[in-house]
């Protein structure tokens, strides 16, 4: 089927506005992992999932930085009142259950002005 | 905590040569897994290969094999016969399976230019 998909692709945003980040993995898949990738950097973990519920957020920079999966399937990141630092690819990766190849989306690029 | 050391920022390589990628990793964890993942120019990142540290058999994937060396804990990518393709960011992961969260930690990766 489909891979993971990811929306937007490209994101501008002024320093201080809200940014919500979609990530559609992989049908079945019930591991969902979202990471940031500065320019030059390899990916940073931020936060994971296992169906609906968030198991570890450890990576999550600060607290404007939020995720979701309310029902298990598409995932949300937000980050409030972006800042320039927060500019970053943000990559979200799917796998089976206890499987340990992830599947990465195209990402968003995220550029903070 | 784990940490993965890609030395070599960049490498080049002539077309249909052999080229090695550098990977160094510190783990206290017994279980784990070593990727290789390839990111092309904006596209999305790919698994190469990957490596169960407790198999002693170097992995192998056509034209991408490892050198595994678990005392060492290296964890080398050999490309043979390089195509253009192959040009791209490839970085180096490591994965706790004695754990709970499959989370990947990467290295900074190295970018790969294949000339013709």
């Known amino acids: 089927g489909a891979g993971v998909s990811q929306s937007p692709r490209y994101k501008v945003a002024k320093r201080g506005q809200d940014v919500a980040l979609r990530c559609d993995p992989i049908s079945g898949h019930v591991s969902l992992f979202w990471y940031q990738q500065a320019l030059g950097q390899g990916p940073e973990f931020l936060t994971y999932?296992?169906?609906?519920?968030?198991?570890?957020k450890s990576g999550l920079p600060s607290d404007r930085f939020f995720a979701e999966r309310p029902e298990g399937s598409v995932s949300t990141l937000k980050i409030q009142r972006t800042q320039q630092e927060d500019s970053a690819v943000y990559l979200c990766a799917s796998s089976w259950d206890r499987s340990y190849e992830q599947y990465f989306g195209p990402g968003t690029r995220l550029t903070v002005t | 905590a784990q940490t993965v050391t890609q030395s070599q920022p960049e490498m080049s390589v002539q077309e249909a040569e052999t080229v090695t990628l550098s990977c160094t990793y510190d783990?206290?964890?017994?279980?784990?897994?070593l990727f290789w993942y390839k990111q092309p120019p904006s596209r999305q990142m790919i698994l190469v290969i990957r490596q169960e540290a407790y198999k002693q058999q170097n992995a192998t994937e056509n034209r991408f094999s490892v050198n595994f060396q678990k005392a060492a804990k290296s964890f080398s990518l050999k490309i043979s016969d390089s195509q253009l393709g192959d040009a791209a960011m490839y970085f180096c992961a490591y994965l706790n399976s004695g754990g709970s969260n499959y989370k990947l930690t990467f290295g900074k990766g190295t970018l790969l230019t294949v000339n013709p």
């Open positions: 783990t206290s964890e017994s279980d784990y897994y």
């Open positions: 999932f296992q169906n609906e519920a968030q198991l570890d």
